[in-house]
């Protein structure tokens, strides 16, 4: 398995944000992570990733407990692009797009053909290879969130995760990232799990659809189980239709503009 994850628990002080959580994940699958603000899911991520320490609960990686990583196998392993990344250093763009390869470079050694290969790739998949050479610290946001993507890509590990990665992406640049990482993992056998606000985004890549509230677990499946106008109203307290969509080839969510339930 990818993941597996049994009663985690976690808190801010004295808060709850995490609660009792358990669910597997399958390798080479596309996991959509939804929810309304402040369920957990950017918490979740952090603890799969190791940025932060589960009160209570248990994560295995691929069979093996999370904390019997060293940080080099994490980070050839699991690769994040996180919520809007500040930097604050003047990096050149392609000198932060090839710290996704430190994982796989000794400490006095150079890199490698291959290394230079993946972030070549990568940066072109981004499109951020007009770029290459330019401050990060002056681009726009959606210029940034796609180098940080070219460094995940980099990375080239078998679990990615993404927290609203394309949330400052236009539309254009979020389907074709997306569709990129969803070449990754019917092509490769990748696993992504991926929060999303948009939740007919998430229909439209996603293999599998977890759907949190309050810190729990509230639905998890196929998009056809997950997403229902009843599961909709209970957790995000508006009013919905959702219906195959023909052009889209996928289910997709529409809402009335006053959004009551």
Known sequence: MAFTVENLSFA???????????FTL???LFYG?????GCGKTTLLDLLVRYRKPAQG???????????????????????????????????????????????????????????????????LADVTGFAQAPVTELSGGERQRVMFARALAQDTPVLLLDEATSNLDIRYSL????????GVAERGKTVISVFHD??????????????????LYSQGSVEDVLNAET?????????????????GSKQV????????
């Not at 992570?33 to 603000?37: A, F, H, I, Q, V």
């Not at 998430?202 to 810190?215: H, P, T």
């Open 199 to 216: 939740i007919n985004l998430a229909a439209l890549f996603c293999d599998r659809l977890l759907l949190m509230s309050r810190g729990s």
């Open 232 to 248: 909709i109203r209970e957790v995000y307290a508006v009013e919905a239709l959702v219906q195959d969509e023909p052009f889209s």
């Open 58 to 124: 248990q994560i295995r990686l691929c069979d093996k407990p999370l904390e019997h990583y060293s940080n080099r196998n994490l980070a050839r392993t699991v690769a994040l692009v996180a919520q809007n990344p500040v930097i604050h250093f003047p990096y050149r763009v392609k000198d932060l797009v090839m710290m996704g390869r430190h994982p796989y470079i000794g400490r006095f050694s150079s890199p490698t053909v291959q290394d230079l290969n993946a972030v070549n790739q990568a940066m072109d």
């Open 254 to 261: 529409f809402y009335r503009r006053d959004g009551k339930a």
């Open 26 to 28: 399958e390798p080479g």
């Open 33 to 37: 992570l939804l929810g309304p603000n």
């Open 176 to 183: 074709s990232l997306l569709d990129s990482v969803r070449a």
């Open 12 to 22: 801010y002080g004295a808060a709850p944000v995490v609660s009792g959580l358990s």
